[in-house]
C-alpha cells in the first residue's frame, strides 16, 4: 500500500488518537498545513479507499481510526527507502549521513551500542 506524504499526515494524527471525527482530524492538521477541511476529507476517502483506515457512523458524522499499523507503515517505508537508495543494505545508508551529515558523538555512540547489541544477539 502506497500512502502520499500528505495521507501520511492524516495518519499521523489518527495513529496519535482515534477514533475521532472529519473536524478533528482537520483541526489537528489542517492548519499547519494551510489546509482545508475539504482537503482533509478528500485524503481520509483516499485511505478509506486504500483500506489503511475504517470509518464507522456516529450519528451524523464518521469517526475514523486506522487500520494499518503505525509499524507496519514505518517497516515499509523504511524497506522501501533502503531498497531505492542503497541496494538494500543499511550500511551503505549510515555511510551515507555519516559522510554527508556531521554525526554527533551521542548519535555515534547510539549506533555502537545499538551494533553491539545486534552482535550479542546474533
Keep these: 500500500m502506497r500512502i502520499s506524504e500528505a495521507e501520511s499526515i492524516v495518519m499521523q494524527a489518527l495513529w496519535q488518537r482515534a477514533p475521532q471525527g472529519a473536524d478533528e482530524v482537520f483541526a489537528a492538521v489542517g492548519p499547519g498545513q494551510g489546509w482545508q477541511e475539504a482537503t482533509v476529507k478528500t485524503l481520509l476517502n483516499r485511505?478509506?479507499?486504500?483500506?489503511?483506515?475504517?470509518?464507522?457512523?456516529?450519528?451524523?458524522?464518521?469517526?475514523?481510526?486506522?487500520?494499518?499499523a503505525r509499524a507496519d507503515y514505518m517497516h515499509a517505508e523504511?524497506?522501501?527507502?533502503?531498497?531505492?537508495?542503497?541496494?538494500?543494505?543499511?550500511?551503505?545508508?549510515?555511510?551515507?549521513?555519516?559522510?554527508?551529515?556531521?554525526?554527533?558523538?551521542?548519535?555515534?555512540?547510539?549506533?555502537r551500542a545499538l551494533i553491539e547489541e545486534i552482535d550479542d544477539g546474533a
Design 47 to 68: 485511505l478509506l479507499r486504500k483500506r489503511a483506515i475504517a470509518a464507522e457512523r456516529d450519528g451524523r458524522r464518521y469517526l475514523y481510526r486506522p487500520l494499518l
Design 78 to 111: 523504511s524497506t522501501s527507502l533502503l531498497e531505492r537508495l542503497f541496494d538494500g543494505r543499511v550500511s551503505a545508508l549510515v555511510a551515507h549521513f555519516s559522510r554527508s551529515e556531521r554525526l554527533s558523538k551521542q548519535e555515534i555512540d547510539e549506533l
